[in-house]
Nanobody, 117 residues
Framework: QVHLVESGGGLVQPGGSLRLSCAASGSIINIDAMGWYRQPPGKQRELVARITRGGNTNYADSVKGRFTISRDGAKNTVYLQMNTLKPEDTAVYYC???????????WGQGTQVTVSS
C-alpha cells in the first residue's frame, strides 16, 4: 500500500506561480514512477507530468516550459512547480504513484488549483 497526500493548491492570479507537493508513505520502495494528473471542471482527467524512478520526465504539451516535476528522495516527496499559470490550468490536481509489478496506480485525494483574477 502507498499513501499519498497532496498540498500547495490555492487561488492564484494569471501569470502567477504555485508549487504542489505530494508526500508518499507506506510501501514507497515499490514505486516505479510518480505523476500529477488534473481534472478541470466538467472535463476528463488528464496527465500533466510524470517522473520515473530513474528521473526521466514527461509533460503534457499544454504545460511544457511552464511546469516542472521534481522529487526529493530523502523526503519521499514529489513536487510540481507551476509557473505562468493560466485560467485553463484551473483544476483539481491529483498525485499518483505507479507500481509496475502489480500494475496499479495509487491516487491522492486531490488539491484544488484556481487561476483567476
Amino acid at each position: 500500500q502507498v499513501h499519498l497526500v497532496e498540498s500547495g493548491g490555492g487561488l492564484v492570479q494569471p501569470g502567477g506561480s504555485l508549487r504542489l507537493s505530494c508526500a508518499a508513505s507506506g510501501s514507497i520502495i515499490n514505486i516505479d514512477a510518480m505523476g500529477w494528473y488534473r481534472q478541470p471542471p466538467g472535463k476528463q482527467r488528464e496527465l500533466v507530468a510524470r517522473i520515473t524512478r530513474g528521473g526521466n520526465t514527461n509533460y503534457a504539451d499544454s504545460v511544457k516550459g511552464r511546469f516542472t516535476i521534481s522529487r526529493d528522495g530523502a523526503k519521499n516527496t514529489v513536487y510540481l512547480q507551476m509557473n505562468t499559470l493560466k485560467p485553463e490550468d484551473t483544476a483539481v490536481y491529483y498525485c499518483t504513484a505507479i507500481v509496475y509489478a502489480v500494475e496499479y496506480e495509487y491516487w491522492g485525494q486531490g488539491t484544488q488549483v484556481t487561476v483567476s483574477s
